[in-house]
């Protein structure tokens, strides 16, 4: 079965860092794109930052300089750590890969920055 789990969410303080992790089973990370969604209450699902097989990266504007995303290959995982976390980032974060027509989300969670 082809999976993508999220973890490492939860409550934070403002000002504060997570990272979260996304782990994959039942395939290879290698050749797929991978990228961070959230999705806030009563708002859509935006796009937060990518990695490509070739491990450049792009990061929406508002956070940018505050949230890094990597990934190891060899362990099928992918993080993304967020510092300096703002009440606005108060989200559902899901992951996602992509490689030609196949794509496949993880379930989400939350992460919550709150004092």
């Known amino acids: 079965q082809l999976q993508l789990a999220e973890s490492g969410g939860g409550l934070v303080q403002p000002g504060g860092s997570m990272r979260l992790s996304c782990a994959a089973s039942?395939?290879?990370?290698?050749?797929?794109?991978i990228a961070w969604f959230r999705q806030a209450p009563g708002k859509e699902r935006e796009g937060v930052s990518c990695?490509?097989?070739?491990?450049?990266?792009n990061y929406a504007d508002s956070v940018k300089g505050r949230f890094t995303i990597s990934r190891d290959n060899a362990k099928r995982m992918v993080y993304l750590q967020m510092n300096n976390l703002k009440p606005e980032d108060t989200a559902v974060y899901f992951c996602?890969?992509?490689?030609?027509?196949?794509?496949?989300w993880g379930q989400g969670i939350q992460v919550t920055v709150s004092s």
């Open positions: 996602n890969a992509i490689k030609d027509a196949s794509t496949y």
């Open positions: 039942g395939f290879t990370l290698d050749y797929y794109s």
């Open positions: 990695i490509n097989k070739f491990a450049t990266t």
